[in-house]
């Protein structure tokens, strides 16, 4: 047993060690000859605190001479000002460089409530030490206050406030599974070396405004927390004061009817309850975040901060034909007197209301209703803003089953596309006259028709494109947008209406309203999570030093604006790529590239605004990517391909500038996903190949040798599905890419990409088949530079000075590369758009580029001139380009077809203090 104590007791101690402030004294101090111990000084900062202690020395070649060192080791600082209702998970790594298997007694030694000792460090920052302290009866603010020390920490030990949970990690020699598992507990327990220790604060509604000090043994060598909880805020705000939306007429009987809520403002848990209408028949079921749907009893539900999605289901009978039904939602608490910390006040009966209530009404269609096509909406987005008087809207619209099931008629085509002004009660403006597009200047879409099977006939389902040119005036434009089918029946087939607004404004000093305190450091990817298919959600990495903890924001926002951005995560890390699987949507979350802990992945749980350690949120330690940045999986959802770097050490096997890491997805019982890498993700191709997965490397042996870099800034994937000589259907993964021209030499080269300056390839690769393909592949073959020619003015070359944006539009078969100007001038920024006709062939190195949108037009206090773009994006089913500006702090949407822009997001010009507290 000493000997398995022996090995955990270094391994923590270094781990200790490693984050300390205080340096240590030389070696000839004598270390058994010290004296005034207990002096503890504590320097806490972010997402941790030094616990020191100031020891005078008596030195071995002096030993009348006496020298003053301070010895200290890291611990663990929970979140600032955080919730005190539920479980608050600390940041944890594995305990490494210990021999796997051995056993050491883990257990909660001591947890005090300190609140006001000298433990706390509001209080001890007024004196030079804890001994100073603990002898002082009381100190003074700046505010000349004088404020009474809490003599003794409080022992809440048996009160279960701190537990600890152990998980698995994967062994990158041989890629098993090390360590155990074992549920949160605060009992007596074993710990095997290399388990994951996740410490947990388990606080309830009554522990606001407390400091909390926890301590872990973990085989003799104690692992200290520290959690400071905030002030309980109940206070629920919404998006909109009608946040159940507008009531809807026609609706289908027995289809379930969908609204999707989302509230902010409050800290603790706040109930939901939903009042049906007395004596109506229909059901209500409830779907917190992207959980299972559960039966509404009568009973309320909570939401918290971290959760605070949730959607309603409403469902009537399938006969229930023009019935009307009408619910009241209530979201809040009445909250009665309570003390700082959550405790009731007693001889106090007074309230506070901080309810949000609305209600909602639906109306089912008659017996004899004709249904309409439905429409897809691609431009502009359900919400944006613009500084010009016009806009081109641009969508499709369909033949549905409803109608191909309502009669068996033969052919059916859209007759019409309706658009009218309406106004914030969504009733047409006076003055406003429909805009009507008729049946002539509709676009079938022949290779879109669908064949479906309608009892034992077929029925041919046909879309239609069509674009209209809509003027704006007044700062909010609100659009309904109905389409008009020739199906016969009783009525006319005319669809239900859809919105969208468009906000005219000539300044835009940020956007919407909700966004006015939202400031951007350094916007550096975006991603879209379109689970919620009504109102995706937009995800955006900002590398800033503003957030209370960590290095990086992961910012989110519905694009319906039915809720104001929030701040999901604070990470410890520079992150420059985040990506949503959409192909296996329900792994969740972000993975996330990150250039001090590389690669991990965020799970839906762990987007609730805290503070993550990427080294633990996925099993890739090591053996992953180094400096990850912008990101696309393949059709597949299992291979995510990045933009990479070489690694600060500059180590041969992480050379890379594309590399590709693969995942095993696999469901639980319970519907969740469970993934790791691939067990063949060490992949070794030559004696100088490139390091798992390496889909690209630019040097060769001899730039190996001078420690030249590998620098990769973007890339993006696209699929090619074409008829081989055979007559069969062949599908390709390519990848585009963009590295630096200028490489740089070893770790110290100022060249090394932390930015991009200079000028920079293009480069077109094809990957891999599959994983096999990529061990056995050659990284330094393969991939072709590309030269652009602008094909609207002589082939003149195409400068990408700076480019750091590349995008692919897969439907059309064009990629987008955003160029910033190269002379500081804004004219000069731009969107490339590309034509990948030839990206089979690589003897073709030569391609033709027209300019899709520019700063043209646009003087410098217009909101819509681009400054830097960092990231662009064309996924999750949306048909325009997403793109972050760094630059002007912004989110912009571009319509691949006109090259037209909106503002979907802008962040204030003035720089607060932090933000996301």
Not at 158 to 187: C, H, R, W
């Amino acid at each position: 047993m000493n000997t398995k104590l022996t090995y955990l007791s270094v391994a923590l101690l270094t781990a200790y060690l490693a984050g300390c402030k205080a340096d240590l004294k030389p070696t000839d101090i004598q270390v058994d000859d010290k004296f005034t111990p207990n002096e503890i000084l504590y320097d806490y900062e972010g997402d941790s605190f030094t616990r020191e202690q100031r020891i005078v020395v008596r030195g071995s070649n002096a030993p009348d001479a006496t020298a003053e060192e301070k010895v200290g080791k890291t611990e663990y600082f929970n979140y600032a000002e955080s919730p005190a209702h539920r479980q608050v998970p600390s940041i944890t790594t594995p305990i490494t460089g210990l021999t796997v298997g051995l056993e050491s007694s883990i257990y909660v030694e001591l947890v005090q409530e300190i609140s006001g000792t000298c433990y706390d460090p509001s209080v001890l920052s007024h004196f030079d030490s804890f001994a100073v302290c603990t002898e002082a009866e009381a100190f003074e603010t700046e505010s000349g206050e004088s404020v009474t020390i809490v003599e003794q920490p409080e022992d809440v030990t048996p009160q279960g406030k701190f537990k600890y949970s152990l998980s698995k990690t994967i062994n990158d020699a041989d890629q098993t599974e090390v360590g155990m598992e074992a549920p949160l507990t605060a009992e007596q327990g074993v710990f095997i070396n290399g388990t994951i220790i996740n410490a947990t604060f388990d606080l309830t509604d009554q522990d606001w405004n407390k400091l909390y000090r926890a301590q872990l043994n973990i085989g003799g060598i104690t692992q200290e927390y520290i959690l400071k909880t905030g002030e309980r805020n109940p206070k629920v705000t919404s998006g909109s004061v009608n946040f159940l939306g507008r009531d809807l007429e026609n609706t289908r009987p027995g289809r379930a009817i969908k609204k999707s809520l989302e509230f902010s403002g409050f800290n603790t848990q706040v109930p939901v309850k939903v009042e049906l209408e007395d004596g109506k028949d229909y059901s209500v079921q409830y779907q917190l975040g992207n959980g299972s749907l559960m039966d509404y009893s009568g009973e309320a539900f909570f939401i918290t901060a971290e959760n605070n999605k949730f959607s309603l289901y409403f469902t009537t009978p399938d006969d229930a034909f023009e019935q009307t039904y009408t619910t009241k939602v209530v979201v809040g608490e009445i909250t009665p007197a309570l003390d700082e910390h959550g405790n009731l006040i007693d001889g106090d009966s007074s309230t506070t209301n901080n309810q949000l209530v609305d209600s909602f009404t639906f109306t089912n269609h008659s017996a004899d209703y004709v249904p309409g096509p439905s429409t897809d909406i691609l431009f502009p987005p359900l919400k944006s803003a613009t500084s010009e008087s016009s806009i081109k809207f641009r969508g499709e619209s369909y033949i549905n089953m409803d109608q191909a099931e309502f009669s068996s008629q033969d052919d059916i085509n859209v007759t019409a596309i309706i658009l009218q002004q309406v106004d914030e009660t969504f009733e047409p403006l006076p003055d406003a006259a429909e805009i009507v597009i008729s049946g002539d200047d509709l676009v079938e879409i022949e290779s879109a028709r669908q064949t479906v099977t309608v009892g034992e006939r077929q029925q041919v389902l046909k879309k239609f494109a069509w674009t209209a040119d809509v003027n704006l005036q007044g700062d909010t434009n609100i659009f309904s947008v109905r389409a008009k089918s020739d199906l016969q029946g009783v009525k006319e087939s005319i669809s239900e209406p859809q919105f969208i607004t468009l906000n005219l404004r000539s300044s835009m000093p940020y956007y919407p309203h909700s966004a006015a305190s939202t400031y951007f450091k350094d916007l550096t990817d975006v991603t879209i999570d379109n689970r919620d298919v009504a109102n995706p959600r937009v995800y955006l990495s900002d590398v800033s030093n503003l957030a209370v903890n960590g290095k990086t924001i992961i910012w989110e926002f519905p694009l319906a604006q039915n809720a104001p951005i929030s701040c999901r995560a604070t990470i410890n890390t520079d992150v420059h790529g985040i990506q949503f699987n959409h192909a296996v949507p329900k792994v969740g979350g972000l993975f996330v590239g990150g250039w001090t802990w590389k690669f991990g992945h965020i799970g839906d749980s762990e987007l609730n605004g805290q503070l993550l350690n990427l080294e633990t949120r996925l099993n890739v330690s090591g053996n992953s990517p180094e400096y990850a940045s912008h990101m696309a999986f393949d059709p597949s959802g299992y291979t995510l391909y990045m933009a990479a770097q070489s690694n600060f050490g500059f180590q041969l096997n992480e050379q890379q500038f594309v590399a590709s890491q693969t995942f095993k997805f696999t469901e639980e019982a319970d519907g969740t996903i469970n993934y790791s890498r691939s067990s063949n993700q060490n992949v070794n191709n030559g004696s100088r190949g490139a390091f798992k997965g390496a889909i690209a490397k630019e040097t060769t042996s001899a730039g190996d040798a001078n420690q030249e870099l590998n620098n990769g800034f973007s890339i993006d994937a696209y699929t090619v599905t074409y008829t081989n000589d055979e007559g069969l259907e062949v599908t390709e993964d390519w990848i585009l890419s963009l590295d630096g021209v200028v490489n740089g030499f070893g770790r110290n080269d100022p060249d090394l990409n932390t930015t991009n300056k200079g000028d920079v390839y293009l480069r077109s690769m094809k990957v891999p088949a599959d994983e096999s393909a990529i061990k056995s592949h050659n990284p330094e073959q393969g991939h072709v530079i590309i030269n652009l020619v602008d094909k609207n003015n002589g082939d003149a070359p195409v400068s990408l000075y700076r480019a750091n944006a590349v995008a692919i539009d897969d439907k059309r078969g064009y990629a987008y590369i955003a160029v910033p100007e190269t002379v500081n001038d804004a004219k000069e920024d731009i969107i490339w758009k590309v034509d990948l006709k030839d990206i089979r062939d690589q003897g073709i190195r030569q391609w033709s580029a027209e300019k899709l949108s520019s700063n043209e037009g646009f003087g410098n206090d217009s909101p819509l001139q681009m400054g830097r773009i960092s990231a662009m994006v064309m996924e999750a089913d949306l048909d325009y380009l997403i793109a972050t500006d760094e630059e002007k702090g912004s989110v912009i949407a571009i319509d691949p077809i006109s090259g037209q822009r909106v503002v979907l997001l802008k962040g204030t010009s003035t720089e607060p203090a932090s933000v996301c507290n």
